[in-house]
């Protein structure tokens, strides 16, 4: 009779002929036909592709988790609304000298909103600034504008702001009520109001936000 080792602890599977030689042995002395024989055992192991996969499957749901957790910013102040009779009421008010007068607290912001007035104003220095964008609007009158070119014999007087009595090679631009005139940082701009009456929103866009108590800028610090 045909014996089997079964407690051999090396093999880790059994082949078909160590099958067939078991169910042989099996019909001999249980005198019961076995209808199949008996397939190969095999040891499953752990597949590399099944552990990535797990890790995969918790870093999506990490993912999940923490984008779950993330809210919407919340409003540090109020809205401003102000109805065309107050900014004309503004207008107004800052005439006939030349003065500017700031909308918002712009604290923690990165831009300011003034009314700027001017009043036959001449021989302001052309200006450049390194880490602000000026936009203006015009409310009321007109005004020359030399934008682009280069600025002759410039000078830094506060970090970022540059000045020049002239621009060289610079475009002149007329504008008047409705117009608006975005000028990127970097570039080159001069204003004249010369014989002329002039108001207009200006929005100063800044690269970082502004600290509390921060001196304004010299172009938002006009005074009458």
């Known amino acids: 009779m045909s014996k089997l080792k079964l407690n051999n602890r090396d093999n880790l599977s059994l082949n078909a002929k160590d099958a067939e030689g078991f169910a042989k042995v099996a019909e001999e002395n249980l005198c019961v036909p076995l209808r199949k024989p008996l397939r190969p055992l095999r040891l499953i192991r752990s597949s590399p592709s099944l552990n990535l996969f797990g890790l995969a499957f918790l870093l999506i749901i990490s993912a999940l988790t923490v984008s779950a957790q993330r809210k ?53 220095a052309a200006e450049l600034h390194d880490a602000s964008d000026d936009v203006y609007y015009v409310l009321e009158g007109s005004a020359t504008l030399v934008l682009g070119g280069k600025l002759a014999a410039p000078k830094e007087i506060e970090p970022g702001e540059w000045r020049s009595p002239k621009i060289i090679d610079g ?17 080159p701009h001069q204003r004249s109001t010369a014989n002329k009456d002039f108001t207009m929103i200006l929005i100063k866009i800044y690269e970082d936000p502004l600290k509390p108590g921060a001196p304004k800028p010299s172009g938002l610090s006009q005074k009458p």
């Open 171 to 187: 475009k002149t631009f007329e504008i008047t009520k409705g117009d608006l005139v975005v000028v990127p940082r970097g570039t």
């Open 72 to 124: 919407p910013t919340e409003a540090t102040r109020p809205v401003v609304v102000m109805p065309a009779q107050s900014l004309n009421d503004l207008k107004e008010k800052l005439k006939p000298g030349n003065k500017t007068e700031e909308l918002i607290d712009s604290a923690g912001m990165e831009l300011r909103v003034a009314v700027q007035h001017e009043n036959n104003k001449t021989g302001a």
